[in-house]
Structures are given as C-alpha cells and as structure tokens.
C-alpha cells in the first residue's frame, strides 16, 4: 500500500460483511428485483454483492447507471450529470440503487429521483460504506456494508483519488 493511507476496513472485514449484508438485502427485498450499480465507483462492491446475493439464493437482474459529479477532483461539483442510462425499463420494478459511498447523497438521490419519475415500484439504496458524519442528508441508504463516523477521503473497493487507487483490495483512508 502506498505511503499516506491507512487501511479502514480490510478484505477479511469485507468478505465476512458481505453475506450477512446479502441476508439483510433478501430479507427486505426478497430474491427477485433490480441491481442498478451506480458507475463509475458502484462497480467492485456491486460484483461482490451480487455474487453474495446469489449464493445466499437472490436472483437479481443487473443494469448500470453512470454518474458523474467529481470529476478529477476530491470535493463533488454538486452537479450530477448521466453519463449512463439503464438499458431496461424500471417501471413498475423494485429497484436496489448499489453504490460505493454515500457521503452528500447527490448522485443516489439523482437515481432515485430518475426512477421515481420512471415509475419504479420500490427504490432503496445499498451503499459499501455510509459517512454518518455528513448531517443534512435528505437520502438514506438502507442497507450498508460499512459506517464511517469521520468524513475521511476514501479509496480502494471502487473509491478513487482521481482514477487511481480504485482497485485496491481495501478500503482505505488518504491522509491529508
């Protein structure tokens, strides 16, 4: 690992997370409903989850949606912008919006506004890791691999510093 990070949550924390998280997604969902990881950084932790939730007996259909608000950046723009839109239609569906964080909630709450308008017959939220730090949050995430108390700036499981670091195994906190 690069010098300047600290590891938060390891592969072990994660892949023992993950089938309890499976579990607790079946039990309020049931086996059969819609994934729609968010792009770009939803990705890692939404094959993780889907490979849970199919052993743990889910059947999910998978679409993607791209987002984008950070661009090269660390602080959001605060404008979302659909860079990828679903393929198949939500109407009348339930929906599991699958994301890597959710810190200002902008981008879940953008999805969830799209398939609302779309029809979607139940939205929620799955998130790898929630900062319930971050007060005045208008959405929430209902199901969570991981809280985080601080607003540290993560990376590692799909999170990025600019493109990089994405694919580490960890999550992990850049020191500043």
């Not at 300047?4 to 072990?12: A, D, K, L, P, Y």
């Not at 079946?26 to 490979?51: C, E």
Request: net charge negative.
């Amino acid at each position: 690992m690069a010098d300047g990070m600290r590891t938060i949550f390891t592969t072990e924390d994660i892949d023992r997370r993950l089938g309890e998280l499976a579990g607790e997604i079946i039990a309020g969902l049931g086996k059969q409903f819609t994934m729609v990881p968010i792009l770009t950084g939803g990705f890692i932790f939404a094959a993780d989850l889907a490979r849970a939730l199919t052993r743990a007996g889910a059947d999910p259909e998978i679409d993607f949606i791209q987002l984008s608000s950070y661009g090269t950046g660390r602080v959001s723009s605060g404008e979302i912008q659909l860079v990828k839109d679903v393929t198949a239609p939500v109407e009348g569906q339930t929906v599991l919006l699958v994301d890597d964080v959710l810190d200002s909630g902008k981008s879940v709450s953008f999805a969830r506004d799209l398939f609302t308008a779309r029809g979607a017959a139940r939205i929620m939220t799955c998130v790898a890791v929630d900062k319930t730090s971050i007060k005045g949050r208008d959405v929430k995430a209902e199901f969570r691999l991981f809280d985080m108390p601080d607003n540290a700036f993560l990376v590692g499981y799909g999170m990025d510093d600019a493109g990089s670091l994405r694919g580490l195994p960890t999550i992990s906190a850049l020191n500043d």
